[in-house]
């Protein structure tokens, strides 16, 4: 069986809570038998697109404007086959570094629309973290959702975590994430979905392909 390569992605800007929810998810996913890479953005430098499509023009699959990390870390989201980001909520919504990478996949977009073969299906999920119970966790988490879905990317919830892992830090960095135990749980079933999403579409997708094909 192909290995499961998880990509994840932490999009705060500040060590504290959410990266520790992230390495809560990635250290389960590996007693399951992932092969795990965190990323953190805050460590980056990774400019926004601003949509000048020479990536798409010239079909370089990477950006021809900016220098900086946005192209290796598109490099180890392609390379992936699992997902999960995590974001603290700012206003409803996820981070700008998140916003800034997200808008850095558009040098994809030409060879996923080029691909001839049928691709491994690939899954992802997401974190979120608030200051207070109900901050806009899942608010966030349905923009993430979104990029997922654009992406072909199938979308894992549900079994009690809804559309993500969402927890409430209340504002206290790492101090008070364990004592949310609801929202610990979260977490880990969104690991465990992933992991089990991401076992099923392996296993299947051999016999599933060539029955397509022909």
């Given amino acids: 069986m192909a290995e499961i390569k998880v990509l ?13 929810a992230l390495q809560y998810a ?6 399951k038998g992932a092969i795990t890479n965190q990323v953190n953005l805050r ?19 990477r950006c021809m404007v900016f220098a900086d990390d946005g192209d290796e870390l598109v490099a180890q989201w392609e390379s992936a086959t699992t997902y999960l980001i995590a974001s603290p909520v700012y206003s409803m919504g996820i981070t700008p570094e998140i916003v800034n990478f997200i808008s850095r996949l558009r040098p994809m977009r030409n060879r996923q629309i080029q691909q001839k073969e049928i691709q491994l ?4 999920s997401c ?5 207070t119970r109900h901050g806009g966790q899942e608010t966030s988490a349905e923009i993430i959702n979104n990029l997922y879905i654009s992406r072909g990317i199938l979308v894992c919830g549900g079994g009690g975590a809804y559309n993500a892992g ?19 749980k979260t977490i880990r079933t969104i690991a465990l979905r992933l ?11 051999e016999s599933n392909n060539k029955e397509l094909l022909e």
Wanted: proline share 3%; hydrophobic share 30%.
């Fill in 127 to 131: 974190i979120t973290v608030g200051g």
């Fill in 166 to 184: 969402t927890v409430w830090s209340k504002d206290q960095l790492e101090k008070n994430l364990l004592d949310d135990e609801e929202g610990m």
């Fill in 8 to 20: 994840g992605i932490c999009g705060s800007p500040r060590k504290g809570a959410t990266e520790h």
């Fill in 121 to 124: 299906p690939k899954v992802g």
């Fill in 43 to 61: 460590k980056l430098k990774v400019h926004s697109c601003i949509h000048c499509d020479r990536c798409i023009k010239e079909n370089t699959g």
């Fill in 195 to 205: 992991m089990s999403a991401a076992k099923l579409l392996q296993d299947g997708f």
């Fill in 26 to 31: 990635l250290r389960i996913m590996e007693e």
